[in-house]
């Protein structure tokens, strides 16, 4: 179940560099909002794919289920009910402030990675 996959290593770190100059040098109202999050989603995928050998769909879907507790726990402000509202990371990493747009960039980040790993995700694993 667990394995070292190079190519999906290779992928997330990029995404990942992506974006970290999204979160520091991009202020704009379309990139930063809208592609960081679909990136998220893709960024995830890959990460997670480098390292567990299961059914790629699998991964994916959780992937999206999982940001989407993400950005639920956003509404119940998670950060504050468990005393992070001040540190930094935390913030950067879970988010401080549900939007409904967010969901929908994750899903499209979902839908993404159908185009973009199409063959894996529809593989069918015995």
């Known amino acids: 179940m667990l394995r070292f996959d190079k190519k999906s290593f290779f992928i997330a770190s990029i ?12 202020r704009d109202k379309i990139i930063r909002p809208f592609v960081g ?9 890959y ?3 480098a390292f567990i050998n299961i059914k790629p769909l699998y991964i994916a879907i959780f992937t999206l289920i999982f940001s989407f507790v993400v950005e639920i726990l956003q509404y119940f402000n998670f950060i504050t009910l468990i005393g992070l509202e001040h540190n930094k990371a935390a ?12 969901l929908l960039c994750y899903f499209i980040g979902f839908i993404i ?14």
């Open 15 to 26: 995404i990942f560099i992506i974006e970290v100059i999204i979160a520091l040098y991009i």
């Open 37 to 45: 999050d679909i990136l998220v989603v893709i960024f995830i995928y």
């Open 47 to 49: 990460f997670i794919k």
């Open 91 to 102: 913030k950067i990493i879970f988010g401080t402030s549900f939007s409904w747009i967010d």
């Open 113 to 126: 990675l159908f185009f973009i790993d199409k063959k894996e995700l529809t593989k069918t694993y015995k």
